[in-house]
């Protein structure tokens, strides 16, 4: 088994480009979610979907916008990259999504986006 | 809400000296708390987590964390470094949603 992997694993854009970032998992978990992570901020949550055919918002969803394509996948886009959106972006998988879930995350290696 | 402090942004320890990375918590509820480690250029790895099942919880690579609700902590713990434990750690709670630390980033001299 695979885990959860990304695509790509580095990408240099620039400002106003747009691209997809691409993220699958072979667990059968039922959540997934999509972070970025800048130093000395920890890992901050852009958007997640506790199912497939749901998404949501979480603590830095502006100028992103994802797509859970099916169980399977879980995909990042920004429309117009700027250089603010530097950042390393992770995507993550868990098997339940409900409250205080003991459930552990699993990560994706990271995809390392640079916008100049 | 609920938030995630990791008191040390950087800690830098000997070779086979004890290594201690502080966490506290604060939570509405009885969260669910997980250490987990990033080595550079790497995705993160599940060091621990708690449970409720037993306040001392015992990790991957010698690695223990110690939950305590009195005063909302959960430290992290490994009695002797080894150079491969320069990294950086996170602690994260699980509440109503996910949170993490910023990190505290471990350096080991030799």
């Known amino acids: 088994n695979a885990g959860v992997t990304q695509t790509p694993k580095f990408q240099v854009l620039k400002t106003g480009q747009s691209m997809t970032l691409q993220c699958a998992q072979d667990?059968?978990?039922?959540?997934m979610y999509w972070y970025r992570q800048d130093p000395g901020m920890g890992l901050r949550l852009i958007y997640y979907?506790?199912?497939?055919?749901?998404?949501d918002k979480g603590e830095v969803p502006n100028g992103y916008n994802v797509s859970r394509l099916n169980k399977r996948e879980f995909s990042l886009r920004l429309e117009s990259a700027a250089p603010s959106q530097t950042s390393v972006y992770f995507c993550?998988?868990?098997?339940?999504?409900?409250?205080?879930?003991?459930?552990?995350?699993?990560f994706g290696p990271g995809t390392r986006l640079t916008v100049l | 809400a609920q938030s995630v402090t990791q008191l040390d942004s950087h800690v830098s320890v000997s070779e086979g000296t004890p290594v201690l990375l502080r966490c506290n918590y604060s939570?509405?509820?009885?969260?669910?708390l997980f250490w987990y480690v990033q080595h550079p250029n790497k995705g993160l790895q599940l060091l621990l987590k708690?449970?409720?099942?037993?306040?001392l919880v015992k990790g991957i690579n010698g690695f223990e964390a110690e939950f305590k609700k009195s005063e909302t902590s959960f430290h992290l713990t490994k009695p002797s470094a080894h150079m491969s434990d320069a990294a950086e750690y996170f602690c994260?709670?699980?509440?109503?949603?996910?949170?993490f630390g910023a990190g505290t980033t471990v350096t080991v001299r030799a």
């Open positions: 993550a998988t868990k098997w339940r999504s409900e409250p205080v879930s003991t459930d552990t995350q699993y």
């Open positions: 667990m059968n978990h039922n959540s």
């Open positions: 979907s506790a199912s497939e055919g749901t998404t």
């Open positions: 939570s509405s509820y009885s969260p669910s």
């Open positions: 708690y449970t409720s099942a037993a306040t």
């Open positions: 994260v709670v699980s509440d109503k949603e996910l949170s």
